[in-house]
């Protein structure tokens, strides 16, 4: 492998990785300026993503909704589950956690 395609691949990792960091700490329906802030290096570790390969940058927006997609696919399933077991508990203190538990989803 050609030392210009490996140091492409590993900037494609890192700005792959950076993108990953900066989507767990990101709060989408907050105004705060942090958010603004991270938004705005979402967008720039974006661009840097694409101008470097473009297939790369479409991959990863196609991995990132195949993501949000199983995340809430797996929520409404566990909300189900959840409301199936609460059916059978008789202990208060552990019907009010699940409960609580089912609210978050």
Do not use: A, C, W
């Not at 492998?1 to 907050?30: A, C, S, T």
């Not at 661009?47 to 479409?58: G, H, Q, T, V």
């Not at 990863?60 to 189900?80: A, D, F, L, P, T």
């Amino acid at each position: 492998m050609e030392y210009d395609k490996i140091m492409k691949f590993g900037e494609i990792q890192y700005l792959r990785g950076r993108l990953d960091e900066l989507q767990k700490g990101y709060v989408p329906h907050n105004n705060s300026t942090d958010n603004r802030i991270v938004d705005s290096r979402i967008s720039k570790y974006e661009d840097k993503l694409k101008n470097i390969d473009e297939i790369s940058f479409y991959l990863y927006q196609v991995e990132k909704g195949n993501r949000i997609h199983s995340k809430s696919k797996s929520k409404k399933e566990m909300k189900v589950l959840l409301n199936k077991i609460l059916n059978f508990v008789d202990n208060e203190e552990i019907i009010n956690e699940i409960t609580k538990q089912i609210e978050k989803y």
